[in-house]
């Protein structure tokens, strides 16, 4: 009844294994009729894998304990501890081990017992080779698969830290250290990087790191307000300097006055607004408008924008002396598609997030969509990533997200191109609207991207929305 027993068996005189090295999988096979336990054995071996053996439930307990096993091929009835018990415990000791259950006839109900614990499938004796050995393949497939997703959790739980910036790609690395560095300085940084790539994301790392993140950071976005609101919202003004101005008010410089002030889409910035800005960040003063008494302001600058200001500024549209000034140290943000060891990565991160909000407990993703989702190129970057994920979270029903819950386009590796019609008859109006709602769905409300693509400034895209 011990041959063998939680030992690995001696083997090597059979024929040679088929599986290459790296892939081979150890299964520990538990069953107490030697007969069937060496039959299983060989045959397995035979196909590549590396087993173990063992001749009762406690002795297999003792092997998991022991060894890495990737799959237990074990029998349901054995003398005191039975295959279910072992099962039982097992998924305690060892949760990423799979389980397939070999039951004798007239047992089927205690073999979907056991798959209700946990078990991937069951054999029944007696049984073909060939089942034998396409059960075993498709458990290990899963178990690959579960194995890999847990993988992936832990390495992001390393990486993660407190600040949930995720990227383990070389690039990632680079900005990060770049930004830990830049962080206490008062130096102003320009982060420059598609739309979606995360400029907001390190905008508040630097601030949270430096030793202003006790005062506030402050955002204003450029694009999304006129040349006189936005400088008035800058600066601030006296009662009286423009009409509507009836009391006085401060301007988010003076929000920002110890800490950070972060102006996004700074290409969208008037020239009359740029002169301004230069002044502050040369002389280290405001004067609201309307106001004529300098104040003194302690403001860090982070500018991000995803135009590319050197050919703005070529242009004359963007001034050179300012783009000096904010582009003291440049962070670059890479688009998704060249960081393809952050797509996984992300992902799964998203997946934890979307699943805590959603009250799921989806699982990982199938072969399939990580390659789908690998080799697609993200145009809209980690917010279209994260999108995507969002959407498989809520939509999906099984323990895996599959290729069916990503959006077509992901899965297809094309972009997406919508059609618009519409009828003679329309008017103008009418037709741009339907024009800039199209294009913002198909940005999924991304704006900057969505007035890149219809060729006009996002403050038009702002204004027209309202
Ligand atoms: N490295 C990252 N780790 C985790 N989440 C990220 C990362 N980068 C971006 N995100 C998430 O992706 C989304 C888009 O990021 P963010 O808003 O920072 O992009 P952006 O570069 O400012 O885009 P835009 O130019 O359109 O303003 C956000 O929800 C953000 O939280
Ligand atoms: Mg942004």
Not at 171 to 196: K, P, Y
Not at 332 to 355: C, Q, S, Y
Request: hydrophobic content about 40%; glycine content about 8%; overall charge negative.
């Amino acid at each position: 009844m011990t041959e063998n027993s939680q030992g690995r068996d001696p083997g090597g005189d059979e024929s040679p294994s088929v599986v290459p090295e790296e892939s081979k999988a150890t299964i520990l096979v538990v069953d107490d009729e030697i007969e069937l336990c060496r039959a299983l054995s060989k045959l397995l071996r035979r196909n590549g894998y590396h087993v173990l053996t063992a001749s009762n439930g406690e002795d297999g307990l003792m092997t998991l304990r022991q060894e890495e096993v990737h799959l237990v091929l074990s029998d349901l009835q054995m003398p005191r501890m039975g295959g279910l018990e072992l099962l039982k415990t097992a998924k305690v000791i060892s949760p990423a081990t799979e389980f397939v259950i070999i039951t004798g006839h007239g047992t089927i109900e205690m073999a979907v017992g056991a798959m209700k614990n946990g078990a991937y499938d069951f054999i029944e004796k007696p049984f073909s080779t060939t089942t034998a050995l396409n059960v075993v393949g498709k458990a290990l497939e899963k178990q690959q698969l579960l194995a890999e997703n847990h993988e992936l959790r832990k390495k992001l739980e390393e990486i993660q830290g407190p600040d949930n910036i995720i990227g383990n790609s070389l690039a990632m690395q680079q900005a990060l250290d770049t930004t830990r560095q830049v962080a206490t300085s008062t130096a102003t940084v320009l982060l420059t990087g598609e739309s979606g790539t995360g400029k907001e994301v390190f905008a508040s790392a630097l601030h949270r790191w430096s030793d202003r993140s006790r005062k506030s950071l402050i955002t204003v976005s450029c694009a999304a307000l006129p040349e006189t609101l936005l400088e008035a919202e800058l600066f601030g003004y006296e009662a009286g300097a423009f009409t509507g101005a009836v009391g006085q008010r401060k301007g988010r410089f003076e929000a920002a006055d110890g800490g950070t002030l972060f102006l996004d889409e700074v290409g969208e910035m008037s020239m009359t607004t740029q002169v301004k800005l230069l002044r502050v960040l040369q002389e280290g003063v405001i004067e609201r408008l309307g106001g004529n008494a300098t104040l003194n302001v302690d403001v860090r600058i982070i500018a991000a924008t995803n135009a590319d200001l050197p050919s703005l500024v070529r242009d004359g549209k963007f001034r050179e002396d300012l783009y000096y000034r904010l582009n003291v140290i440049n962070l670059e943000l890479p688009p998704l598609r060249d960081r393809g060891a952050d797509v996984m990565l992300l992902a799964n991160f998203f997946l934890n997030k979307f699943n805590e909000r959603n009250k799921k407990q989806i699982a990982g993703f199938s072969s399939q969509a990580a390659d789908a989702m690998g080799r697609y190129s993200w145009p809209g970057n980690v917010r279209e990533l994260e999108n995507a994920v969002e959407r498989a979270v809520v939509l999906g029903k099984d323990e895996i997200i599959d290729t069916g819950v990503l959006p077509r386009n992901v899965v297809d590796g094309r972009q997406r191109f919508d059609v618009l019609s519409m009828p003679v008859g329309t008017t103008l109006k009418e037709a741009e609207m339907a024009l800039i709602e199209a294009t913002l769905e198909s940005t999924n409300g991304d704006k900057e991207t969505a007035a890149r693509i219809l060729g006009i400034a996002s403050r038009t895209i702002y204004r027209k929305i309202q």
